[in-house]
């Protein structure tokens, strides 16, 4: 999968890397470098928590198993 993020230098010197299509997933890094490491890092765990929260929300039953799917 392809992400578009945003990096913004903070007051501080550390470089900030946002990803706008996922709210709240967020990073940063002391350069641009690392931030771009860290935020990968946050998109995936971003995408796991919400793949969890989605499963544990399914209904489940003989008629209706959920089944998992690699991208």
């Known amino acids: 999968m392809i992400f578009h993020v ?3 230098e903070a007051e501080d ?3 900030v ?3 706008p299509a996922l709210p709240g997933c967020v990073s ?3 350069d641009e470098k690392e931030a771009l490491e860290n935020i990968k890092e946050a998109i995936t765990a971003w995408l796991w928590a919400e793949d969890q929260k989605a499963a544990a929300a399914m209904p ?3 008629d ?3 089944i998992v799917v690699s991208v």
């Open 60 to 62: 489940r039953g003989p």
């Open 28 to 30: 940063q890094g002391k």
């Open 6 to 8: 945003r990096l913004e």
């Open 64 to 66: 209706s198993q959920p």
């Open 13 to 15: 010197g550390w470089i």
């Open 17 to 19: 890397a946002e990803c």
